[in-house]
């Protein structure tokens, strides 16, 4: 297609050129365009307050999303919020827990602070899974695997907490009480 009308245009090039434009033509085109240029223009773009006002709404929302989804969203669910066995179990356990954790508080001495510094490195490990249990009990919908995980969960806690007992009182029983500081 634009061959034959390039071809057109060349064939008919003299037909072209013998046409003038009508009387006035060039003096109403440039009536036009000193038209155009009287013309006022609109200052361009928005208002800077209403800019400010839509950043600052902006950044309130993000706020108030922000906080939503740390407050709503980011919480898993307790084992006291499957049912109330399971609720009596978690208060089992965690009582036992801080009782434990108490216990060793107690006997707590600088010859001794590495071995208990170590234990609560691993009950801190302990927590964070328990955490990260509590948003895949509320993903999966109390799914019985993740409610044992959870259980069991406890139960490494406690059992650290026991070896770690065992091993304050063989550390008591083999430090002489002058040596003690």
Known sequence: MKNTMEDFFKNNRAEFDLNEPNVGHFERFQARLEKIDET???????????????????????????????????????????????????NFYLATIQKEVEEIRTKKTTANQKIIDDAFVQLEILETNYRKLTLELK????????????????????????????????????VPQENRV
């Open 40 to 90: 006022p223009k609109k200052k361009g773009g928005t208002p800077w307050y209403i800019l400010a006002v839509a950043a600052s709404v902006l950044l309130f929302f993000g706020y108030w999303m922000g906080n939503y989804n740390q407050n709503g969203v980011n919480k898993g669910i307790e084992l006291a919020d499957v049912s109330p066995e399971m609720e009596e179990t978690q």
């Open 139 to 174: 993903e999966s919908n109390a799914d019985k695997r993740v409610i044992y995980a959870m259980i069991t969960n406890f139960q490494n806690r406690l059992q650290i907490l026991q070896n770690l007992m065992d091993q304050l009182e063989e550390f008591e029983a083999l």
